[in-house]
């Protein structure tokens, strides 16, 4: 584990495979893993440690880190390596000859994708990329990618909270503006800019909330120390944070990706290229670089119907989203019960051919092409479906200058959510 996305991600799978597997767990010491790894009763061994933005660096830490690393391989002999994308985690399996099973979901650190990709034996990557993108990133072989609907944060969808509001247990009361600011280690970050602090200082000068920031490093503990009316959390708590928040504000891109999933209003103050499913993200969710705006968005999402209204239509969009935490797990189940992968070409009776049109389209807007290859149908068969759907308004259409271009609507969303409770009831499986 190298991220704190990581030791939130990987923790509902450990505890639900540690009766079946013995997991061994290395983390690097950066951004609060280990405490988020100790609230979870998580064992680890500390291995490696951020490497800063100098490439003289990068490279002494990614040589000692691996040095830490193989001994505890070489004694343990593991059978299979999960991780998000750590290069020395994924090169000592690829040297051990071990299977190892990343995560893609960020095309922006393409020198990190090329060491990590290449040697990895199966990637689980959204349905934001397509097979053109992922090979750019060292996925040449399509079949090693298991896809998924939706954010990778979609884990929580099923995670359920701890009891009690650990805000509370601090005596910090409702309304609760949860802060997290920028990784400024990042590469695509170049300069930082003080726009949430100039956020955070609005918002705490009105008195109407209560502002608590979780800073990731020291410096940014310092700055956010000084402003008044601030609480400034010293560690990370078992939950998400998010989870006992009223609005979530900054610029962490999986936070605001954790918040939209468990159906927390959230503020973007992102200041720095996109990735794609972070383009995907601030469709739904308010985006600002202006202090006094970003102050506003969250004076308006504090507000009962705000919050309300962007809670019901944000559990329509998550309710298609796929679990890669699930998938994840199904597949190491079916590794060690020695199945073979194998697609099954059964024919889709009408129903399934109309619901994986809807499903296909659900997470963001599609053109003809795109449907026909992900929902597996012939171009005339399609097109008389995508009228009918249209029609039935289940599907919205807009013309633009690259074609037409289809979403499902949220009629349709809740009757994929209807379908699905239907199956859950008639077959006992989990969706």
Known sequence: MSTPFEANFFAPLIKELEGEFQFVVTAREHDGIFSILRAKRINYIAVGKHEGRELDSKLEVYAETIQQMLPI????????????????????????????????????????????????????????????????????????????????????????????????????????????PEPEFASFLVNHKPILEKSVEIMASSGRENVVVLPRTEVQKSRYSQIRNVTVLESTMCDSPVTHADVTVGAAETLLMEAFVLGKPSVSTIYWQESKPVAELHKHIAHSTDPAQIASYTEELLEEPARKNFTTRASLFVKSMDNPVRLMIDEIRKMNEGEKEKTVFGRRSRMEILLDIIQTASLRPLRTTQIMRNANISYNELKKILSNLEGSRLLTCEETFNGKLYQTTEDGLRILEDYRGLRRKLFAEPI
């Open 73 to 180: 391989v070489q004694r343990e002999k593991p059978d299979l390596l999960l991780t998000e994308r750590w290069p020395e985690a994924i090169r000592v399996a690829f040297g051990s000859d071990i299977p190892a099973w990343a995560i893609f979901y960020d095309e922006r650190e393409a020198h990190v994708n090329r060491m990590v990709f290449p040697l990895a034996s199966k990637v689980f990557a959204p349905r934001f990329y397509s097979l053109g993108e992922m090979r750019k990133h060292g996925v040449t072989d399509p079949e090693k990618i298991v896809w998924f609907n939706g954010f990778h944060t979609a884990y929580l969808k099923d995670e359920q909270s701890q009891p009690g509001n650990p805000f509370d247990k601090m005596g910090i009361k409702s309304p609760v503006v949860f802060v997290r």
